[in-house]
């Protein structure tokens, strides 16, 4: 069932952890048939409840699929695979990629001014532990932008791109197993991180 793959682990998060593991190498593929609950918990020496709460903790993560008698199986499509490797499609001759979302360059304004002036004011005053996470300079020009399209006036934090906003509202607001509506066909990076919150898109 498990071919030469050996799942290990005493606690839920340690046998869960084995398959993800498994999963992540692709020593258990897409549609393996994992062990029985009680089988899994009789060659571990775990209480079955042990390797009933790793499998829904896989579950949740979008990692297997339980079909009741018919057991549980790697799901064709594990939340933690990227979408890019495995929905691939050549750009034909003559069309532009715009699959990455990245600006031409050429359109980007010179930054070196800027991040030369910005290292030269860290050296003076570094920015340190307890300093305010956002700079009043920076909040001001962005409560003026945000106030001109509508948007009331609340906290502001920042960011490591759109994705990262997004993950931060999901886990502050949801929890495992919610579900959440998106767009599909949509933006994969969105869509591969729905699954790997536990969210059910």
Do not use: K
């Amino acid at each position: 069932m498990l071919g030469d793959y050996r799942i290990t682990g005493r606690g839920a998060a340690d046998i869960a952890a084995s398959v993800e593991r498994g999963i992540g190498t692709g020593a258990l593929p897409p549609g393996h048939l994992l062990p029985p609950q009680r089988e899994l918990a009789t060659t571990l020496g775990v209480n079955p409840n042990t390797v009933a709460a790793a499998y829904r903790t896989l579950r949740e993560r979008g990692l297997i699929e339980t079909a009741g008698r018919r057991g549980s199986r790697v799901r064709h499509r594990p939340a933690s695979t990227s979408r890019d490797d495995t929905i691939r499609v050549d750009v034909p001759p003559g069309a532009r990629d715009i699959s990455d979302g990245n600006p031409d360059p050429a359109l980007l304004p010179p930054l070196g001014p800027a991040l030369a002036a910005t290292a030269a004011r860290s050296a003076g005053a570094p920015v340190l532990y307890g300093t305010p996470p956002v700079s009043d300079r920076l909040a001001a020009v962005s409560r003026t932008g945000l106030a001109a399209d509508g948007v009331p006036e609340a906290p502001l934090t920042v960011t490591s791109g759109s994705l990262d906003a997004v993950e931060r509202v999901l886990a502050a607001h949801l929890r495992p197993g919610d579900a959440v509506a998106v767009e599909d066909p949509g933006w994969g990076s969105l869509l591969d991180l729905v699954p790997a919150l536990g969210l059910r898109p």
